[in-house]
């Protein structure tokens, strides 16, 4: 944080000229220069600094979540090729098991009805 500036030469003037001796002007000026040395304050150069930090990471987290955007892009496309293919094998499964009931239960008819003819 940047420091406050105090002209401790104006205000021992200020206070010599409001009636208060010149050691104790002195005194009270270095006290509140002090003082102001001490405190932690921010100047507008320190909020523009800020500022400028905060538009920075909003800059880099805006760009984040584009490549987090695009990444959750190219996932549900391949997520959805892959259900394409799931489904078609389902299909297949299908065909394959309808085949096999269908054999199955000619076997069944043939077994019924060559004995009983």
């Known amino acids: 944080m940047g420091q ?3 002209d401790t030469l104006q205000a021992s003037e200020e206070l010599e000229t409001a009636g208060i001796s ?3 002007a002195k005194a009270i000026s270095l006290v509140v220069r002090k003082s102001h040395e001490v405190a932690d304050v921010a100047n507008k150069a320190d909020i523009a ?3 400028r930090d905060i538009a920075d990471v909003r800059k880099a987290l805006s760009a984040e ?8 892009q190219l996932v549900r496309k391949d997520l959805q090729l892959e259900m394409a293919g799931i489904r078609s094998e389902q299909k297949l499964i299908r065909w394959m098991l309808s085949a096999g009931v269908l054999g199955i239960f000619s076997l069944v008819v043939k077994a ?3 004995t009983a003819l």
Do not use: N, P, S, Y
């Not at 490549?67 to 959750?72: E, Q």
């Open 4 to 6: 406050v500036a105090f």
């Open 49 to 51: 600094e800020v500022k």
């Open 22 to 24: 010149r050691e104790q």
């Open 65 to 72: 979540i584009a490549d987090v955007r695009k990444d959750m």
């Open 112 to 114: 019924f009805l060559v």
